[in-house]
């Protein structure tokens, strides 16, 4: 088997209007002077619309920080280049609600219930027209947790947690989801349950996902397109597409062909 | 490979019936607190008498019931006002804590500026300001109102500092992403976190209160529990410094727990309740 589409990051044609997200010559430095950390240097990425893109690359070689960039969440002065969603610069991006986040962590306010928590983006956006809210009940209906809409963060699992942050993050209706390892602190059969449930949610919406990961099962087995990165400072060194058939299901991890991927990716990874 | 069928148990688990204990010991267990503080009354009653202590070292528990039976109403209305100045004084506390307290969190220029002030006006002894307080607002209501909210308002403001700054990053960042206004970020994450630390100060503010408008009825009042106690240790009547005493522990221990049920209600998400 010959090894496919491994290239070097090369920045796509410029008429990239088609893109929902743009970074152009992308460099990221943490500080100044002589406690600056460059944590990004050189990325030049397009992201399409509905895509299901997944970054991997070795701690600490600053796949938090890109996704951080792209939402606008770090201090001013920190991001060198240029980064637009949907044309418009991360700051009216943000204003116009067109992207939403996903941590690691589910980040709950402990005193709302799981509906509540869902509810929060809608009690304070500004950005989104009434056609574009999306009801909580359904959302939590979506994540399979109608039945807990009335529990505090408190009384649910680790994994019905990381679903609320999940159903919170789609009420606004994002073209883009942001998410920075959502699956990391899960066990392994929640984590599978989340995979499908998660393919699923997206293809019940027209949203694009860019997904950080460490696992590289997980990367090949939701992705489109997998970027590698370098250690510190990150730069994406290989771009792997990944064109299984969809709906997946957990049948693909079988498959010879999807070991073969991963192996792939691993020496993508290695080569970093 | 093979799998090994694990060895089935077919015993059933035993449910543990839902067992009453005998009224009498529940009548017990629900009283024993007020039997200890009976049975303890009844004891210093009894030494009293046996050991004849004389009534200005020490009253018996009836001698101090007898002071309040003879005069009630200068009593029961010197708690009144003291009561009336303790919670004006927590009031106030409240109010201009949790309004410093959030200026404080979020905004570090006002907390440089205004901060090392307060902590000289925070460790001078109230005992040191008190008699200034008579001499700016003279002998009535106000000195001790003054008093009752300066000791009760720090710890106040120490915690609210602490609830509003310490809320979860992430998720100001999760309303900051959604475009939430400040405002937005102080009423839906900022003060519900801070609510648990607010209530934890009440358990330190209320009864601080309290002593602090007894202390400034003692230096200069002319009502209330803290006057009555000077006039009546002046007059070496220990039954009514006894029973003064013990009108100001009730009204402490009142308003503590008026704060740990208002905590029970408001705060139940949080684990320090379950305490
Ligand atoms: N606020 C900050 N100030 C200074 N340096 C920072 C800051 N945030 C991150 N860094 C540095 O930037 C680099 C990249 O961090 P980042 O969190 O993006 O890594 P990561 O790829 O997400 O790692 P992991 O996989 O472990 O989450 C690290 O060396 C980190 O020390
Ligand atoms: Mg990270």
Redesign the pocket.
């Known amino acids: 088997m010959p090894r496919t589409q491994i290239a070097p990051a090369a920045p796509p044609g410029d008429a990239a209007t088609a893109d929902l997200v743009r970074l152009r010559d992308v460099c990221i430095v ?2 100044r002077g002589d406690r600056a ?1 460059v ?1 990004v240097e050189g990325v030049d990425l397009a992201i399409g619309r509905r895509e299901f893109l997944c970054v991997i ?1 070795p ?7 890109m996704l951080k960039a792209i939402a606008g969440l770090l201090p001013a002065g920190t991001v060198q280049g240029s980064i637009t969603i949907e044309g418009r610069s991360p700051e009216d991006a943000r204003r116009a609600n067109s992207f939403a986040y996903v941590f690691q962590e589910p980040v709950l306010a402990p005193w709302r219930t799981a509906l509540e928590n869902v509810r929060l983006p809608l009690e304070v956006a500004r950005g989104r027209s009434p056609e574009q809210r999306r009801s909580p009940e359904e959302l939590l209906e979506l994540v399979g947790l109608a039945g807990a809409a009335d529990k505090l963060p408190g009384q649910l699992s680790g994994g019905m947690r990381q679903r609320v942050s999940i159903a919170r993050a789609l009420t606004l209706h994002p073209s883009v989801l942001l998410m920075d ?1 959502p699956f990391g602190a899960l066990d392994e059969i929640t984590r599978d349950h989340m995979h499908t449930e998660l393919l699923s949610i997206w293809a019940a919406t027209d949203a694009s996902v860019v997904m ?1 990961t ?1 696992s590289l099962t997980e990367a090949v087995f939701m992705a489109d397109r997998v970027l590698v990165m370098s250690p ?1 400072p ?1 730069r994406i060194t290989a771009e792997l597409a990944v064109e299984f058939e969809r709906p997946r299901t957990h049948q693909l991890k079988s498959d010879l062909a999807f070991h073969q991927k991963v192996d792939e990716l691993r020496a993508a990874l290695e080569d970093a | 490979m093979t799998t090994v069928l694990p060895r089935r148990s077919t015993v059933r688990a035993v449910i543990p019936p839902d067992v009453l204990p005998p009224w009498p010991l529940r009548a017990l267990r629900a009283t024993r607190v007020w039997l200890v503080l009976v049975a303890s009354v009844g004891v210093w009653e009894l030494a009293v008498a046996v050991l004849d202590v004389p009534n200005y070292l020490v009253p018996a528990p009836s001698a101090v019931v007898r002071e309040l039976l003879v005069k009630p109403e200068l009593y029961l209305g010197a708690l009144g006002s003291t009561a009336l100045a303790a919670v004006l004084g927590f009031a106030a506390a409240v109010v201009v804590g949790v309004v410093l307290g959030v200026l404080f969190a979020r905004s570090p220029l006002v907390e440089e500026l205004v901060y090392p002030f307060l902590n000289i006006v925070r460790v001078t002894p109230t005992v040191a300001i008190a008699p200034l307080l008579t001499i700016w607002f003279g002998r009535g209501l106000v000195p001790v109102v003054v008093a009752a909210f300066l000791i009760a308002f720090f710890p106040v403001l120490v915690q609210v500092v602490l609830g509003v700054a310490s809320a979860d990053r992430q998720l100001v960042d999760v309303l900051r992403i959604a475009n939430a206004s400040e405002l937005s970020v102080l009423r839906k994450v900022q003060i519900p976190n801070a609510m648990p630390y607010l209530f934890s100060s009440f358990r330190v503010a209320a009864p601080g209160a309290v002593v602090g408008a007894l202390l400034g009825e003692f230096l200069g009042a002319s009502t209330g529990l803290g006057y009555l106690i000077t006039v009546a240790s002046g007059q070496l009547n220990t039954s009514a410094v006894f029973l003064l005493a013990g009108l100001s522990c009730v009204l402490g221990i009142a308003l503590f727990q008026v704060c740990v049920l208002l905590e029970r209600r408001l705060v139940r998400w949080h684990p320090s309740v379950r305490l």
């Not at chain 1, 701690?59 to 920080?65: A, E, Q, R």
């Open positions: 943490h500080g950390t944590a690359g701690s600490g070689c600053g796949k938090s920080t390892e950080v460490h510190r990150g």
